[in-house]
């Protein structure tokens, strides 16, 4: 099963506290998982923690969630070494692949590496469909604002490149995200983009972004470009509550 086109479902969200695991599927993820139109087996979902070192705690507690959902989960660690011999054909097999948050810059480095930056990029245009939070939200995009250099938000602007647009994650929750997403963008140093509040999701059919997606309510998405002065511009967008 795949995608009719290239799907991406970008978040800052898609997870949520649990009263028994370390965290949970958060209605953004279920709907990513739904956008897959598997309906006579269980979806295949595969994990990717490389933002986070392939965090052992972080891995496990996906397959618990993995089994609560009912899909068929996989995942792919690339710490110490790769933990499937043919990523490509994994990726390829999947319905859904997760990316977790952390060091987008960390990530992309590792992904280059070992050549996960051209198999995403084939399985999403194979119909695949693409998801994660933060880290897991930037990576697709030309780049955005990040803390994988130290506390200081910095730019990176060497994402996957797949969406050729700036993504801002955290838009709400992190005071230094905003002004600096606006900045990069006013002074040309990151192409217009799209921001969430926590809690939102960003669906790209191809590189259009077709739908916002709230799992909270009163969460934002905005759209910022550069204006005709020179200074961002900033547009809040109509969001859809699922």
């Known amino acids: 099963?795949?995608?009719?086109?290239?799907?991406?479902?970008?978040?800052?969200?898609?997870?949520?506290?649990?009263?028994?695991?370390?965290?949970?599927?958060?209605?953004?993820?279920?709907?990513?998982?739904?956008?897959?139109?598997?309906?006579?087996?269980a979806p295949r979902v595969c994990?990717?923690?490389?933002?986070?070192?392939?965090?052992?705690?972080?891995?496990?507690?996906?397959?618990d969630n993995a089994w609560r959902e009912g899909w068929g989960g996989s995942h792919i660690s690339l710490f110490p070494m790769p933990n499937i011999s043919d990523l490509r054909e994994h990726l390829l097999a999947q319905d859904v692949v997760w990316v977790w948050g952390g060091s987008v810059a960390g990530l992309l480095a590792m992904w280059r590496l070992h050549g996960l930056d051209a198999a995403l990029r084939e399985a999403w245009q194979a119909g695949v469909v693409l998801?994660?939070?933060s880290a897991g939200s930037i990576c697709w995009h030309t780049g955005g604002t990040t803390d994988s250099f130290g506390p200081a938000l910095q730019p990176v602007t060497n994402g996957l490149g797949m969406l050729p647009w700036s993504n801002g994650v955290h838009y709400d929750s992190e005071p230094e995200r905003r002004p600096l997403f606006q900045s990069l963008i006013a002074d040309g140093t990151l192409p217009?983009?799209?921001?969430t509040d926590d809690g939102v999701g960003l669906l790209y059919r191809g590189t259009e972004m077709v739908e916002a997606l709230a799992e909270k309510k009163k969460a934002g998405a905005y759209r910022v470009e550069r204006g005709p002065d020179g200074t961002a511009v900033e547009t809040r967008l109509d969001v859809r509550k699922i």
């Open 1 to 41: 099963m795949a995608a009719d086109v290239p799907t991406i479902l970008a978040t800052s969200g898609g997870v949520r506290a649990s009263a028994r695991l370390r965290w949970e599927v958060g209605p953004l993820t279920r709907y990513a998982v739904d956008l897959a139109g598997v309906a006579d087996r």
């Open 192 to 195: 217009a983009g799209y921001a």
């Open 47 to 63: 994990f990717l923690a490389t933002a986070c070192g392939d965090d052992e705690r972080l891995i496990a507690t996906f397959y």
């Open 131 to 133: 998801t994660g939070v």
